[in-house]
């Protein structure tokens, strides 16, 4: 692809996209994502033809939910489209996978499950875009939350359905991905990657992690732990870089070099440590998460608390180390 591909993902406006780095680099890793998740839908239906294990109508709206939020990535890469538009396009891959039978169920009321989706699918998508601004970083990120899911998957005896192979084919993407994105990167995954994987991750955490399959009876607060902890670093640092541009007076959706990775920089870590910080967080999280659902059978109020606290540790951890560099950030 970079042999073909100049400019595709490369903007001149420094105002639009503020990266770590200041090299202007080819978004190339969406397109390659979206190629890969249609060759795995095509294999699976070559591999899996003699079991009947065919692509239903869930599935469906996973694949025109996932391939709107690609053509708004693109779009977006291309032309720089209108935030209002990014939104609107985000809520309408909320909907499709609600009408399609993807959505978090966890409450009584289907309006609150819908609202919850609705807002887990945008804010994913954002998050994901928003974590985007280092060499490595969401790749890797995405490697563990990919790997995690597959391992429930496997955990369940959920071999032979099309959801293991795109799983198994985005682990392959990002893999070879990442080996282009590591710094210093050659390509980046651009609008189009970061879309793409949200309305992705977003259906696949729904139906995994959300509503894990299990014979046991689920709590609300151990439902609400297992994405959490799963997507940490995204929600960490979105949460983070909001709280603090409303502090300051400035819009949350200003791009800026104040993200949770830019002050682990500024703490003297090179990009390469500060990927190998990010990474042992997201795998010890993920590690935790494969735990809960596979070993813990009883849960009690103590587990609850438990994992809470690791959860703000980690979260306070950051926070501070972002609010001890704030004026690096501002003069940055």
Not at 234 to 256: A, E, L
Not at 271 to 287: D, G, H, P, T, Y
Request: net charge neutral.
């Amino acid at each position: 692809m970079l042999r073909f591909v100049k400019t595709l993902g490369i903007r001149n406006e420094s105002e639009t996209v503020i990266r770590w780095s200041d090299q202007v680099k080819p978004a190339l890793g969406g397109l390659t994502f979206y190629i890969i998740f249609l060759l795995s839908i095509i294999l699976h239906s070559f591999i899996f033809s003699y079991s009947g294990s065919n692509i239903d109508f869930k599935f469906t709206g996973i694949v025109g939910a996932t391939s709107l939020g690609f053509l708004m990535g693109l779009s977006d890469d291309a032309y720089n489209t209108r935030p209002v538009l990014k939104f609107l396009t985000q809520v309408l891959c909320g909907v499709i996978l609600i009408y399609s039978g993807t959505f978090i169920d966890i409450f009584d009321s289907n309006i609150l499950n819908y609202s919850l989706t609705i807002l887990w699918v945008v804010g994913l998508m954002n998050s994901i875009n928003m974590l985007d601004n280092m060499d490595g970083i969401t790749t890797i990120v995405s490697i563990v939350i990919s790997f995690t899911i597959l391992l429930l998957m496997l955990i369940n005896n959920d071999t032979d359905s099309v959801g293991t192979t795109i799983t198994i084919g985005l682990l392959a993407a990002l893999l070879g991905f990442l080996y282009f994105n590591w710094s210093p990167s050659k390509m980046y995954m651009g609008d189009t990657g970061s879309q793409y994987l949200g309305v992705l991750l977003a259906a696949l955490s729904i139906n995994y992690l959300w509503n894990p399959v299990t014979t046991e009876e689920l709590s609300i607060s151990r439902q609400l732990l297992i994405p959490l902890l799963s997507f940490i670093i995204p929600i960490v640092d979105t949460t983070t870089v909001v709280i603090k541009r409303i502090g300051k007076g400035n819009s949350p959706f200003v791009g800026g070099k104040d993200h949770t990775t830019h002050h682990l920089s500024y703490l003297g870590l090179s990009e390469k440590q500060v990927a190998a910080v990010i990474a042992l967080i997201s795998i010890v999280s993920s590690a935790i998460v494969v735990y809960i659902i596979s070993s813990i059978k009883v849960w009690s109020h103590l587990y609850t608390i438990i994992f809470i606290l690791y959860f703000l540790i980690v979260f306070g951890v950051l926070f501070v180390i972002a609010k001890k560099n704030i004026n690096k950030s501002i003069d940055d």
